[in-house]
């Protein structure tokens, strides 16, 4: 049962960081390329700092 729970606990938690990179992506007013697994930002991309 703990094993069980454990493998689910790390499938939700490597989905969520593919989540999250997606809507900081959004947020900042870019769209997210799924065929490259990128942000496109776009012409904005001069004017936002690039935060890892």
Do not use: A, H, T
């Not at 989905?15 to 776009?42: A, H, M, P, Q, T």
């Amino acid at each position: 049962m703990k094993r069980l729970f454990l493998f689910v606990s790390i499938l939700f938690f490597l989905s969520g960081c593919e989540f999250f990179k997606i809507d900081k992506c959004l947020d900042s007013g870019g769209r997210w390329d799924y065929e490259n697994g990128v942000c496109d930002l776009g012409e904005q991309q001069k004017q936002l700092p690039v935060s890892k």
